[in-house]
């Protein structure tokens, strides 16, 4: 299957917590996307991993590319309010122009 | 214009009815994607656009929906017969150059269309 999983669905949690979510496939893919999506805009990307094993972060945020390239994490290190929102995976299929988005991770972080 | 526009942001129609959504892409955006976002869900690709080539329209759910780009560059998406399962958000998003691993699309906020 080339559908991406994430985990968990939703996530609530209060403001300086640590958080990771998952995104999963049994497929291998050569790169994958992470993006996150607040109330009412259009996903903004946050990052492209490419190289199996990868870290790659972003202030607060550590994104992991698995070994196997079948998989990948978000961790977000002492979260904050402004951290909520729907944060999506993307795969590109092989040989086409069609991206593959998970059904996201919806975290909301209370102050 | 920045970033990508879409209009209009909110649609309400009955049952039946046509509509049209239309997307600005970033000026000089080749690549135009359109997706369908269900509450909660993950986004659904529906169809493509590339430069002058022939769009890949193997994402549209049914021959009621159908996209056309204009000029390379302003897109419609055109839903016929609207049902009360295509109520969902309806994203656009360009980006800059030949799709390729790494590309990043650039997202409009959405049309938010509710079939009565």
């Known amino acids: 299957t080339q559908l991406l999983e994430q985990s968990p669905q939703f996530l609530s949690i209060q403001e300086g917590e640590n958080l990771t979510v998952y995104c999963n496939s049994s497929?291998?893919?050569?790169?994958l996307q992470w993006y996150r999506q607040e109330p009412g805009e259009g996903p903004v990307l946050l990052v492209t991993v490419v190289t199996g094993g990868e870290v790659k972060k972003l202030k607060r945020l550590t994104f992991q590319f698995g070994d196997a390239r079948k998989d990948s994490s978000l961790h977000i290190t002492a979260a904050q309010p402004g951290d909520t929102g729907l944060y999506l995976c993307a795969r590109q299929l092989s040989g086409t122009y069609k991206y593959i988005f998970g059904t996201g991770t919806r975290l909301k972080v209370l102050a | 214009g920045a970033g990508v526009s879409q209009s209009p942001s909110n649609k309400v129609t009955e049952k039946g009815k046509d509509v049209e959504l239309r997307c600005d892409p970033i000026?000089?955006?080749?690549?135009l994607y359109w997706y369908r976002q269900s509450l909660g869900q993950g986004l659904e690709f529906l169809i493509y656009f590339q430069g002058n080539s022939a769009p890949d329209k193997s994402g549209l759910p049914s021959d009621r929906f159908s996209a056309e780009r204009t000029g390379g560059s302003v897109s419609t998406l055109t839903i016929q017969r609207t049902q009360q399962e295509d109520s969902a958000v309806y994203l656009c998003?360009?980006?800059?150059?030949?799709?390729?691993?790494?590309?990043?699309?650039?997202f409009g906020p959405g049309t938010r269309l509710l079939v009565l």
């Open positions: 998003a360009s980006s800059p150059n030949m799709a390729g691993a790494q590309e990043t699309q650039y």
């Open positions: 497929s291998v893919f050569s790169s």
């Open positions: 000026s000089g955006h080749t690549a």
